[in-house]
C-alpha cells in the first residue's frame, strides 16, 4: 500500500532509516533464543548445533558438551537426525516521537553433518505515536501457505478472522535485551521480558485490565499468555492467583495449574491455602489427583453398573412374579409353536436374534403385555405381543421388525387361543 496520509508518509520515511539489525538479532537467536539440541542414539550423538557427532558416553543427566564446538546441549533420545526450529523475536526502539516494535522471523535448519542454516528476516513494524495514533509496516502474511512474502510497506492495521483481538499482529516469543520502551510503558511493567502477549495487545489491554497489569508486574507471563481467551479463569481464580503472587510463587505451566486448580475445587481443598495451591512440584501434586480421579471415576462407574444389575434384578424378580402363570403356554398349529418369554435373558436373546427392540425397550416391564415367541424348531420366526387387557394380538413381528411368510399364521394360532390365555389370568 502506498503512503497517503501525512503520518504514513512520515512513517515510511523513518522506517527506511532504521538500521537492518538482521545479523544482531540473528546472533543474540542463536546464543539465547534457539534452544541446543543433541539428538541421541544408544551409542552416538548428533551436535545440532555443528552437525558432528561424539560419542554417547559424554551424556550425563540428558545434557552434554558438543566436543567439536563447545555448544551446551539438551540430550534428547531420538533417531531424528534433522530439525526444524522457528519463532518470532522482537526489538524495541525509540524513533523520533514514535515508540518502535521491530518484528523478526527466524528459521533454522539443522542436518546431521552440516552447519545449520538460518534464515532470518524483518517482518513487521509498529510504530507508535505519543497520542497513540499507530501505523504498521510489515510484509503480506499468505493464509494458504502460511509464509510471509512482498515488501515491507504500510499495511491496513486491521484483520479479520484470524487473530482473535482483530488487529495485525505477530506475538513474539522474545525481545532483544537491548529494547527500549518509552517510559510510559515501562510504568505498566513492560520491558524486554514482556512474554506471552505481545507489545500491542499488552498497551491495548492494560489501562482497562487492572488484574493484566498486576501479572505483567509480577511477571507471570504464563498467566500472562494464558489469560488472553481464558479471561473467565483468571477471573474466577483470581483468590488463588493473589495468593501465588504473595508467595512469589510462579506459575510455569498456567494450563496445567488451572486444571490442577479444578482438581482441588472437586476434592473440596481450600483454593487460598498456599499448601494447595503453590505446589512445590506442579506436575507431581497435578497427576497425584488426576490418578486419583481416575480411580474415583472407576468406582463410581462400578456402583452405576452394580446399580442397574440390582434394579434389573428387581425388574427380572417382578417379572416372573407377573407371567409365570403363562410359562407352561405352548400353542401349537402342529409346525409352527409359540411360547412366552420366561425371563429377561431370553428377551435379550430374543432382542439379539431378531435384531428389534423387545429388550432395549424393555417390554418386559409392560404390566399388561404378554410377550410370545413363534418359532419353528429352534428357528425364531416372529415376536408376538398379546394385550392382557383387551385380548388383542398388539403386534407380531419377524427379524428387523419384517412381517414373515408366516405373519398371518402366527396371528391366527394366537387368536384361536386367546381363550386358553385368559383362563391363565383366571386361574
Ligand atoms: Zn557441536
Known amino acids: ?57 559424554l551424556v550425563s543427566r540428558k545434557r552434554a558438551v558438543c566436543p567439536h564446538c563447545g555448544a551446551k546441549l539438551k540430550i534428547e533420545g531420538t533417531r531424528k537426525r534433522n530439525d526444524k526450529q522457528s519463532m518470532y523475536i522482537a526489538m524495541a526502539e525509540i524513533c523520533g516521537e514514535f515508540q518502535v516494535i521491530r518484528n523478526f522471523e527466524l528459521i533454522a535448519y539443522y ?43 504500510i499495511r491496513k492495521k486491521e484483520m479479520r478472522g484470524y487473530y482473535n483481538y482483530g488487529y495485525k499482529d505477530v506475538c513474539q516469543d522474545k525481545f532483544h535485551p537491548e529494547s527500549v520502551f518509552k517510559s510510559k510503558y515501562m510504568r505498566y511493567g513492560i520491558d524486554h521480558n514482556l512474554q506471552g502477549i505481545s507489545f500491542l495487545q499488552a498497551i491495548n489491554t492494560l489501562p482497562y485490565s487492572p488484574k493484566t497489569e498486576t501479572l505483567l508486574k509480577a511477571k507471570q507471563y504464563a498467566l500472562l499468555g494464558y489469560s488472553n481467551g481464558h479471561s473467565g479463569e483468571i477471573g474466577k481464580y483470581w483468590p488463588s492467583i493473589k495468593i501465588c503472587l504473595r508467595n512469589k510463587y510462579k506459575i510455569k505451566d498456567a494450563s496445567m495449574w488451572f486444571d490442577y486448580l479444578q482438581l482441588l475445587e472437586r476434592y473440596h481443598k481450600d483454593l487460598r491455602n498456599a499448601h494447595y495451591v503453590c505446589p512445590k512440584n506442579l506436575k507431581k501434586a497435578h497427576d497425584l489427583y488426576v490418578a486419583k480421579k481416575k480411580r474415583d471415576d472407576e468406582k463410581e462407574r462400578r456402583e452405576r453398573d452394580m446399580q442397574r444389575l440390582l434394579e434389573l434384578k428387581e425388574v427380572a424378580q417382578k417379572y416372573i412374579e407377573e407371567k409365570s402363570k403363562f410359562f407352561d403356554l405352548k400353542l401349537s398349529d402342529g409346525k409352527i409353536i409359540v411360547v412366552p418369554l420366561k425371563n429377561i435373558e431370553e428377551f435379550k436373546q430374543e432382542g439379539d436374534i431378531m435384531h428389534h427392540c423387545v429388550f432395549t425397550n424393555e417390554y418386559f416391564k409392560k404390566k399388561d403385555s404378554l410377550i410370545l415367541s413363534a418359532r419353528i424348531g429352534k ?17 407380531s413381528r419377524g427379524v428387523c421388525n419384517e412381517n414373515t411368510e408366516y405373519h398371518n399364521r402366527i396371528i391366527g394360532l394366537v387368536k384361536k387361543n386367546i381363550g386358553l390365555i385368559r383362563k391363565k389370568v383366571a386361574s
Open 111 to 153: 542436518k546431521d553433518g552440516k552447519e545449520p542454516r538460518y534464515f532470518i528476516w524483518e517482518i513487521m513494524q509498529h510504530w507508535i505515536k505519543e497520542d497513540g495514533t499507530r501505523e504498521i509496516v510489515a510484509r503480506s502474511y499468505n493464509m494458504g501457505c502460511t509464509a510471509w512474502c512482498g515488501d515491507l510497506e
Open 1 to 57: 500500500m502506498k503512503p497517503r496520509t501525512k503520518l504514513q508518509r512520515q512513517v515510511i520515511a523513518y522506517s527506511q532509516s532504521l538500521h537492518n539489525i538482521d545479523r544482531e538479532m540473528l546472533e543474540w537467536a542463536k546464543r539465547d533464543c534457539l534452544d541446543h539440541k543433541g539428538f541421541a542414539t544408544k551409542t552416538r550423538v548428533i551436535c545440532m548445533d555443528c552437525g558432528q557427532r561424539f560419542s554417547s558416553d
Open 379 to 395: 428357528k425364531h420366526i416372529e415376536t408376538v405381543e398379546v394385550n392382557l387387557k383387551t385380548w388383542q394380538v398388539v403386534q
